[in-house]
């Protein structure tokens, strides 16, 4: 097994192909990762869509052990994926290139965590640099406002590649995070 999905309440587990080999009693723990998307048909002994089995296939390339701080992904239904980490970061990612973005993922964060950013997005689509967007605020009821801009504006960070600064580099143009 590498995966539980969850359905309207309801958890199945998932191999490594998205197979749901069984339905998992909501009581139970979960020892795997909580894979969600959009609404689907789940029948017990039956595959899950293209999405979700290549989820799958991208899981069980992933040592266990460095999946220990995401708390879900979630099939976003467009090619990629939102992984939801404990910390409160969300991270995007193509679904077909999940396990180069899961080994990036805990650098990146980190990168982003000690630059004293607040949790956010960091796309992990394409390829470095990586960019942080913060989640958007309400203030006295009105609508969410985000202050994304463009990198080296002042409001984005952008990790990316850089052998001197550890794989991570950051381009904020002097504003603060």
């Known amino acids: 097994m590498v995966a539980v999905y969850a359905d309207a309440g309801s958890f199945y587990e998932l191999l490594n192909n998205g197979y749901v080999f069984a339905a998992e009693p909501s009581s139970a723990g979960l020892p795997y990762p909580l894979v969600s998307g959009p609404d689907e048909h789940v029948q017990v002994h039956a595959m899950m869509n293209g999405d979700v089995s290549t989820v799958c296939r991208q899981l069980a390339k992933v040592p266990a052990g460095e999946l220990t701080e995401v708390s879900e992904f979630h099939i976003n239904g467009d ?12 991270v995007l990612a193509d679904a077909d290139s999940l396990v180069g973005a899961v080994n990036a993922m805990q650098s990146v964060v980190h990168y982003f965590v000690q630059k004293g950013y607040k949790p956010g997005t960091v796309d992990l689509t394409g390829q470095p640099p990586y960019r942080y967007t913060p989640f958007a605020t309400v203030t006295n009821g009105s609508q969410p406002t985000s202050s994304q801009q463009n990198a080296g504006t002042g409001g984005n960070g952008v990790a990316g590649t850089n052998k001197a600064a550890n794989g991570l580099t950051s381009q904020t143009g002097g504003g603060k995070p």
Do not use: R
């Open 79 to 90: 090619g990629t994926i939102s992984m939801y980490l404990d910390n409160g970061f969300v």
